[in-house]
């Protein structure tokens, strides 16, 4: 029987919100394994609620960080994080200090203290300057209170562990040195070191007495060093504040050289677009395998399949070594058994990889889990496109056999009822019940809200596909396997009219949003049917319909394209996949727009994204924000648990701007080709700089007239063609 609409479906690894993320405006760091969440303040508030903390893989290794002068919190004059996100920069001054009698001993706005902040291989680095500019010399106790509680994510999250290993901690002159045996035996050690010597170090307190002249400065540092292993390795060397931060930059200015620049005429769109390359660069791990973007802070900081994938996508035609890593690393943890606790099958590919205590003990699944239907096929299909894009032939030679068993998991495993399509159900109870990019409890229903009971056929899922065997088919001709690319291009032809009988819907004028165990269409109006006109399965007749129906009230808010329509039975421009409005989602949209020729549609959705993003903290799109209609001289309203920064969410801004400008780069030959570009109003012109294409690059310039585009070539390096279609 189907769940009733009144019912409240399972909560599963439930995120609870008692507090709004956005509205603390945490500053965020993040560098390698390790990120930090701090409040405006530099601080770490402790608390039930709290989700602020310094964390390294998937576990809180500071979970309080408080700092006082004469026994007061000071008060915040300013709180920023550069524009490569590489530091946090706060400004404090004392608060007005007064004794038992209540006299003033020290008024306010006479001590000026700047808080340095930045992460580098699992440490973090402070420095905090004191100067005066009282007239008088001053004695001044500050103090920085500590504390560890090695809390799991999942615990921070809600999740109730069923034990916790041992802890012990020490003092010394300048350091506090906390240590934790897990219940697995993974020793993880935090050294808290501060210099100058503090006064007394004790019941995690460093405090200094400071005596400071008129117009004097002091300079202190703390650094908190992780170190996690089974071993007893001796803690490594670490480096000044000011050498070890002078090392992060040189390697983030070469990292960033990697990717095309990209500069317009609005100083605010700049903003947008230098916030979202920060954020991707922040995010992007070294592993061995090669480059690999983190989903998202602070929930999901580590490698997730799905969002390595679409992050990829959206960025290829700027910055293909991402795509690279992405489809490196994916191949060489690909599943190759059947193992029902990870939801894994032979050729499938990783959802998610966690590190903490819980996921290594099996309290939650998500140790290495393989529970999303669509990493397999969007991987695929992202090795194609790198192909074309690059040309790296050793590469896939290298994930050529991992494409090769992904395409057979999708016609053995991924067809569970052998009808052709691809479905999802979870092995075991512990899995996720959805398994789609819209994985909550109640995300996949029918037109009177009742829940679709599994196996379940989303609609993307099958344009993933059928891209994917129409990219393997190029893929295999280039491997020399021409009977595996007809059949390919045969099965992606009648993929297509299956799909097509099966998925459209006269009365809805769209695609349904899934089909259900029973093979019951739901006939609920969602962005996936947006996201088929990026596959290609949609024909022509059928495009233009779909842009009209995305693009009107109903499913375009202002700010963006809704999961789903206005109207629909579980509509809630509040919840988290039920009308809200994802970037990652309107940008593969975007896209799809473009390939259908819309470029009014495109600009509508690259506008309504970079409007979003100018009104936010520090520009910067987040995971996910809430549906409501744009109201004269407002912003998006938040949704309170979004991650920020979100790795697709900022390829979300070139996955958009890249289909405005119809930009496509092919490797055989080397050429850039712009399709219909368009230019949001609110931009003049682009500059496109060091954009490679096979072995060379090209510098372009593109700048509006009326309501055509002029592409100007302003410098060529190699045998690389320029080509506009008009």
């Known amino acids: 029987m189907d769940q009733p609409l009144t019912a409240v479906p399972a909560i599963q690894f439930y995120i609870p919100a008692t507090a709004s993320l956005a509205e603390r405006r945490p500053r965020t760091l993040k560098h390698g394994d390790m990120f930090g969440l701090f409040d405006p303040d530099g601080d770490i508030a402790e608390g039930e609620a709290s989700p602020e903390g310094l964390y390294?893989?998937?576990?809180?290794?500071?979970?309080?960080?408080?700092?006082?002068?004469?026994?007061?919190?000071?008060?915040?004059?300013?709180?920023?994080?550069?524009?490569?996100?590489?530091?946090?920069?706060?400004?404090?001054?004392?608060?007005?200090?007064?004794?038992?009698?209540?006299?003033?001993?020290?008024?306010?706005?006479?001590?000026?203290?700047?808080?340095?902040?930045?992460?580098?291989?699992g440490t973090c680095f402070e420095r905090l300057r004191l100067e005066s500019f009282d007239t008088v010399p001053r004695e001044l106790a500050l103090t920085i209170d500590v504390a560890v509680d090695f809390a799991d994510l999942f615990e921070v999250r809600g999740h109730r562990a069923s034990g916790h290993g041992t802890a012990t901690a020490r003092s010394g002159p300048n350091d506090m040195v906390f240590s934790y045996t897990a219940r697995d035996g993974l020793v993880t050690e935090v050294t808290l070191t501060a210099a100058p010597l503090p006064a007394t170090v004790a019941h995690g307190r460093f405090a200094w007495r400071l005596d400071?002249?008129?117009?004097?400065?002091?300079?202190?540092?703390?650094?908190?060093?992780?170190?996690?292993?089974?071993?007893?390795?001796?803690?490594?060397?670490?480096?000044?504040?000011?050498?070890?931060?002078?090392?992060?930059?040189?390697?983030?200015?070469?990292?960033?050289?990697?990717?095309?620049?990209?500069?317009?005429?609005?100083?605010v769109v700049n903003e947008v677009i230098c916030r979202a390359a920060a954020d991707l660069w922040m995010l992007t791990a070294e592993t061995p395998h090669g480059l690999y973007p983190h989903a998202g802070i602070p929930w999901f900081s580590t490698v997730f399949g799905r969002d390595g994938l679409i992050t990829a996508i959206e960025t290829l035609w700027m910055d293909p070594e991402l795509a690279r890593g992405v489809l490196r690393y994916l191949a060489a943890t690909q599943a190759t058994v059947t193992d029902p606790a990870r939801d894994a099958e032979p050729g499938k590919i990783l959802h998610e990889l966690r590190e903490g205590?819980?996921?290594?003990?099996?309290?939650?699944?998500?140790?290495?889990?393989?529970?999303?239907?669509?990493?397999?096929?969007?991987?695929?299909?992202?090795?194609?496109?790198?192909?074309?894009?690059?040309?790296?032939?050793?590469?896939?030679?290298?994930?050529?056999?991992?494409?090769?068993?992904?395409l057979g998991w999708i016609d053995r495993h991924g067809d569970r009822d052998a009808d052709g399509f691809v479905e999802y159900e979870a092995a075991r109870k512990t899995g996720l019940v959805n398994q789609g990019w819209k994985d909550s409890g109640d995300s996949v229903f029918h037109a009177d809200g009742s829940l679709a009971r599994g196996p379940v056929a989303l609609a993307e899922v099958q344009g993933y596909v059928y891209a994917a065997k129409r990219e393997a088919a190029r893929l295999a001709l280039f491997m020399g396997d021409r009977a595996l690319a007809v059949a390919l291009e045969r099965a992606a032809e009648a993929l297509r009219q299956r799909f097509e009988t099966a998925f459209?819907?006269?009365?809805?004028?769209?695609?349904?949003?899934?089909?259900?165990?029973?093979?019951?269409?739901?006939?609920?109006?969602?962005?996936?049917?947006?996201?088929?006109?990026?596959?290609?399965?949609?024909?022509?007749?059928?495009?233009?319909?779909?842009?009209?129906?995305?693009?009107?009230?109903?499913?375009?808010?202002?700010?963006?394209?809704?999961?789903?329509?206005?109207?629909?039975?579980?509509?809630?421009?509040?919840?988290?996949?039920?009308?809200?409005?994802?970037?990652?989602?309107?940008?593969?949209?975007?896209?799809?727009?473009?390939?259908?020729?819309?470029?009014?549609?495109?600009?509508?959705?690259?506008?309504?994204?970079?409007?979003?993003?100018?009104?936010?903290?520090?520009?910067?799109?987040?995971?996910?924000?809430?549906?409501?209609?744009?109201?004269?001289?407002?912003?998006?309203?938040?949704?309170?648990?979004?991650?920020?920064?979100?790795?697709?969410?900022?390829?979300?801004?070139f996955g958009a701007l890249g289909a405005a400008l119809g930009i496509m780069v092919e490797a055989d030959p080397a050429a850039v080709t712009l399709c219909h570009p368009r230019l949001p109003p609110m931009v003049e012109q682009v500059r496109i700089r060091g954009l490679r294409a096979g072995e060379g690059s090209v510098d372009l310039l593109l700048r509006r007239h009326d309501e055509d585009v002029a592409v100007n070539v302003l410098a060529r390096q190699g045998d690389v063609a320029v080509r506009v279609v008009l």
């Open 56 to 121: 390294f893989r998937d576990t809180r290794v500071l979970s309080r960080l408080s700092l006082a002068i004469a026994g007061r919190r000071p008060i915040s004059l300013s709180s920023r994080v550069s524009d490569d996100n590489q530091l946090l920069t706060v400004d404090l001054t004392n608060a007005d200090i007064f004794d038992r009698d209540g006299r003033l001993i020290l008024p306010r706005d006479v001590i000026h203290l700047r808080r340095t902040r930045f992460l580098r291989d």
């Open 212 to 267: 400071l002249a008129p117009k004097a400065r002091r300079i202190l540092e703390l650094r908190v060093a992780v170190r996690q292993d089974d071993s007893g390795a001796q803690a490594r060397i670490h480096p000044p504040f000011i050498a070890a931060l002078r090392t992060a930059r040189r390697k983030l200015r070469r990292d960033a050289r990697r990717a095309a620049a990209i500069e317009t005429s609005n100083e």
């Open 357 to 406: 205590e819980l996921a290594r003990l099996g309290e939650v699944p998500f140790g290495r889990y393989y529970g999303s239907v669509d990493a397999t096929p969007l991987f695929v299909l992202l090795g194609g496109l790198y192909h074309r894009r690059t040309g790296d032939e050793a590469t896939m030679r290298t994930i050529w056999p991992a494409i090769r068993a992904a």
């Open 504 to 653: 459209w819907s006269d009365e809805l004028g769209c695609y349904a949003l899934a089909l259900d165990g029973d093979k019951r269409p739901c006939l609920v109006r969602g962005s996936n049917a947006g996201q088929l006109l990026f596959t290609g399965i949609v024909p022509p007749e059928r495009a233009a319909r779909l842009v009209d129906l995305l693009t009107a009230p109903a499913f375009f808010s202002g700010w963006g394209i809704r999961t789903i329509a206005e109207g629909e039975a579980r509509y809630n421009p509040m919840s988290y996949h039920n009308g809200s409005i994802w970037p990652h989602d309107n940008a593969l949209i975007a896209l799809g727009f473009a390939r259908a020729g819309c470029g009014e549609a495109v600009l509508k959705v690259l506008v309504g994204l970079l409007d979003a993003a100018a009104t936010m903290d520090l520009r910067r799109l987040p995971e996910l924000y809430c549906g409501f209609r744009r109201r004269p001289g407002t912003g998006p309203t938040l949704y309170p648990v979004a991650c920020a920064p979100q790795a697709w969410a900022a390829g979300a801004v």
